[in-house]
């Protein structure tokens, strides 16, 4: 076989969800129908891979020091929405008309996995509760029990400032039906009721 | 957003397959779990892009002029394997012990979009039946209309030179089960029923 194909292929089984075939398909792809798609690939990995870090401020991905949200003077510096993920922030920016200030854990609470306060920012987080007038911290981790737990726990450090602690609804999906939702859902829809 | 990020995963979506949500995830996962991979991936499309082409021989994609395959003396040069793309001669290569020789088309026959045989590259294809005794034309093409229409054009070629033509068996799938199958697989499986 061709060295070249086959470093092709394997490298790029690095991209989540990408097996043999995938790979296969993928390479042979690109090299009989979209040479020019390979280049501008190649480029941007570059580029990105070298210039893209974490934000001092919120630790989302960005090539500067301080990414542009941050930055920006339009937003409602008093509210601070946590995520685990930067790709939690790209959903929301996306999906909705949120206008406040992120902090991204980059992970979640796991102590059995040696990751506590320290390694999600929160110490940085609670720089910014003193230096701005923060008024409400949106617990947007995932409905998960880790992200149950990191809510948790950022709520009791949310009071200990006495900042107000909100948590994104859970229930059922948009255009969900009630006959095919797990039993987590459905309680979590019943018990979280509102007036009509 | 950032510009980098934008364009990676505009760069991603050049990828068959991958939508804007999965290369957001590829673009995330390799900028915060995987940079040495995104680095990899960078190289091995730039190298690839850059030195392989089509062998001059059997056409399938190679660094060099001549693919290693049809440069191993120990191959059989009397018999030749057609198949439409090179995606095929891997997939040959990696399934089967086959230890002939190939000619890929890089298409198949179709004079609505002007591509003839010159386009298959059938005239080098009958310089090789004039160079070297060819006993045997494998025709595997895809089971399509526009392969079979491409398979019984090589046929007529095959005879013209009087090479015994084969074309690959059609019929029930391993591991198939008869009550699935379309009934364009069912009648080819019985028509071409053998003694058992």
Chains 1, 2 share one sequence.
Do not use: K
């Not at 790209?90 to 909705?96: H, M, S, V, Y």
């Not at 987080?125 to 981790?141: D, M, S």
């Amino acid at each position: 076989m061709e060295a070249a194909l086959d470093e092709l292929i394997a490298a790029l089984r690095c991209l989540p969800g990408v097996g043999v075939r995938s790979a296969r398909r993928m390479a042979l792809h690109l090299l009989e129908r979209d040479r020019q798609g390979g280049r501008r690939l190649s480029q941007a990995l570059d580029v990105a891979v070298e210039t893209i870090g974490h934000c001092s401020v919120c630790r989302t991905l960005t090539a500067s020091d301080t990414c542009p949200r941050c930055l920006d003077a339009g937003r409602d510096r008093g509210v601070i929405c946590v995520v685990e993920n930067p790709g939690d922030v790209l959903a929301i920016e996306n999906a909705t008309d949120y206008r406040g200030l992120f902090h991204v854990l980059l992970g979640r609470l796991s102590p059995l996995d040696g990751i506590g306060p320290e390694q999600l920012g929160l110490d940085r987080l609670e720089q910014r509760f003193r230096q701005h007038a923060v008024r409400e911290l949106i617990l947007a981790t995932n409905a998960s029990v880790e992200g149950e737990v990191t809510a948790h726990y950022l709520s009791e450090m949310a009071a200990r400032h006495g900042i107000r602690a909100t948590r994104i609804a859970q229930g059922v999906p948009s255009g969900g039906e009630l006959e095919y939702l797990d039993s987590g859902t459905l309680n979590q829809a019943l018990s979280g009721r509102r007036d009509y």
